[in-house]
């Protein structure tokens, strides 16, 4: 396959990893928002999932960008910044979703405003490396 | 599970995502290098009558010096592109990254430089060990 096909399958499978955090970190800290009420814990749900699933879908994104730069974790210029933000987002990632997974006792409030710190934290690295990406993206040919 | 025990699986699981990346990405490398090698001998690269092979490193140095070294260093170590030094990849390789470039990383130089200077770099590169 030709590095601009791998370039375009990494675009695509990127989108889901990158937009499901967002959407996790949200509804996280809307059940910040309504901690006392009902909703608060369907929020939480759907922002677990959401987690799982980025999770997920990570992995074929990541193993598409090994293969796009013949296994370069680093690079130059560019690719180097998004590298630089791409591997603590994915290993935050990761951990954050397994946290979540292995979580059996409600949280208190205080608790998940840490992992609501945490989810946004993962969502701006995850935007920095998008926005890199999208940068060499725009360069391919 | 207690919180603490919570997070030590937590770190571990993102470690093993970040380790198992690394080992795919240091096989996809070692396949990359075989992959290099195994191309046939590139004969696009005209190398001029009568040119010594000391004339030719020579004349690649010039080269370097004018098109390569405000990015590689003078004396090809690094700056903001990479160290030159000992590149375990083929002559076509390195032929197709001067001539094609890399995406987001380094210009294109097909229009710079006539396929006669480029064999002219990759022999003075060849002396960098």
Redesign the interface.
């Known amino acids: 396959m030709d ?1 601009g096909a791998w ?1 375009r399958l990494h675009g695509a499978l990127i989108h889901f990893p990158v937009a499901l955090p967002v959407f996790a970190a949200g509804c996280d800290t809307a059940a910040l928002g309504c901690w006392s009420r009902p909703t608060a814990a369907r929020l939480q749900a759907a922002g677990g999932y959401a987690l799982y699933l980025a999770a997920l879908g990570s992995v074929p994104a ?2 598409s960008g ?2 796009l730069t ?4 680093l ?5 180097r910044r998004h590298h630089l933000l791409v ?1 603590p987002a ?3 990632l ?6 979540r997974a ?3 006792e409600e949280p208190t409030r205080a608790g998940h405003a840490v992992g609501v710190a945490f989810g946004w934290l993962l969502v701006a690295l995850m935007g920095g490396a998008g926005h890199w990406g999208g ?2 993206a725009q ?3 | 599970m207690n919180p603490c025990q919570r997070f030590l699986a937590s770190a571990l699981a993102g470690g093993l995502a970040l380790g198992g990346a690394t080992l795919l990405a240091h096989g996809l490398q070692a396949q990359a290098r075989a992959l290099s090698h195994e191309q046939p001998p590139w004969t696009g690269l005209p190398v001029p009558p009568g040119a010594s092979p000391e004339t030719l490193r020579a004349n690649g140095r010039d080269l370097f010096l004018n098109s390569c070294a405000h990015c590689h260093g003078a004396d090809a170590r690094g700056d903001e592109g990479p160290d030159l030094h000992a590149l375990d990849v083929s002559d076509r390789r390195i032929a197709t990254v001067i001539r094609l470039g890399i995406s987001g990383e380094m210009p294109s130089f097909a229009k710079k430089h006539s396929p006669e200077e480029i064999a002219a770099l990759i022999a003075y590169l060849r002396t960098l060990r």
Do not use: K, N
Request: charged letters at 15%; proline letters at 6%.
């Open positions: 590095p370039a990541v193993v090994l293969v013949r296994g370069d974790m690079g130059h210029d560019a690719l591997w994915w290993t935050l990761i951990a954050l979703a397994v946290w292995l979580r059996r940068l060499l360069s391919f040919p």
